[in-house]
């Protein structure tokens, strides 16, 4: 098995997916998301401290900046791609995988106080539409679609559609 690839690495395949290239903020929040990430690779110490402190700064920027809430804690698969920036919101228990689209205003978050670590997990090559709320320790299949403004509280097979307030899933021919 070969080592997974670095920071830069994975930015780079990042950057490829972004038709805007390096102006885009999605590009950012996700660049100083895999910076952030990488020090957990790091054995503790001071060294990882530092990094810490300095990763923290960065994600705080981004939430500023862009309005994309990217915590280092979520674990984020290869060539995530944010279409729009703004109102992002990621839960960081969170699981995201390989080619996913996530819209403006999405949320990724737990459902209630009394379990908080509960978050979402996106399969492959999942498209979240823009207003979307995905709650709590639900599970969408690869090559998912959560339709605009659908607020998805249960488990969404792969290859189906959710949408609406609460999310029905619709079968895709």
Known sequence: MSP???????????????????????????????????????????????????????????????????PDSATIGRRLRIEHFGGIIVHGATVIGDDCVLRQNVTLGNRSEDRPMEAPILGDRVQVGAGAVILGAVRIGDDAIIGANAVVLHDVPAGAVAVGNPARILERR
């Open 4 to 70: 997974s690839p670095g920071p830069f690495a994975r930015i780079r395949e990042d950057r490829a997916v972004y038709r805007e290239g390096w102006w885009a903020q999605g590009l950012w929040a996700l660049a100083i998301y895999r910076l952030a990430a990488a020090r957990y690779a790091r054995p503790r110490g001071i060294v990882r401290s530092l990094w810490g402190g300095a990763a923290k700064l960065g994600v705080k920027w981004v939430e500023c900046v862009c309005g994309i809430s990217l």
